[in-house]
Nanobody, 120 residues
Framework: QVQLMESGGGLVQPGGSLTLSCEGFGMLMSINAMAWYRQPPGKQRELVASVTRRGIANYADSVKGRYTISGDWRSLSLQMSSLKPEDSAVYYC????????????????WGQGTRVTVSS
């Protein structure tokens, strides 16, 4: 059974930094990429960053230069810096794959989420 567990969320001031972690258990060989999503209050869940087994990372435009994704299905992290109030959301870890065009494809493996609040 695939399980993902996020941790590291909390309250941080604008301009501050935070690192999220995700531990994976029971992964399948078909999983060849991992990602972080976030869901701001009242909005849809959105892809923030992904990384393939080969270490190729991609980022949403809104977080480029501020966020860094690293790791694999066993241990995945998201380093966040220069945080803004609009970064406030519940952050989710996801296990998935990559399409032939290089797009991240989420599988139905999600963690419970960890809340990040950026506020003074």
């Amino acid at each position: 059974q695939v399980q993902l567990m996020e941790s590291g969320g909390g309250l941080v001031q604008p301009g501050g930094s935070l690192t999220l972690s995700c531990e994976g258990f029971g992964m399948l060989m078909s999983i060849n990429a991992m990602a972080w999503y976030r869901q701001p209050p009242g909005k849809q869940r959105e892809l923030v960053a992904s990384v393939t087994r080969r270490g190729i990372a991609n980022y949403a435009d809104s977080v480029k230069g501020r966020y860094t994704i690293s790791g694999d299905w066993r241990s995945l992290s998201l380093q966040m810096s220069s945080l803004k109030p609009e970064d406030s959301a519940v952050y989710y870890c996801n296990a998935g794959g990559v399409t032939t065009s290089g797009t991240y494809q989420p599988y139905n493996y999600w963690g419970q989420g960890t809340r990040v609040t950026v506020s003074s």
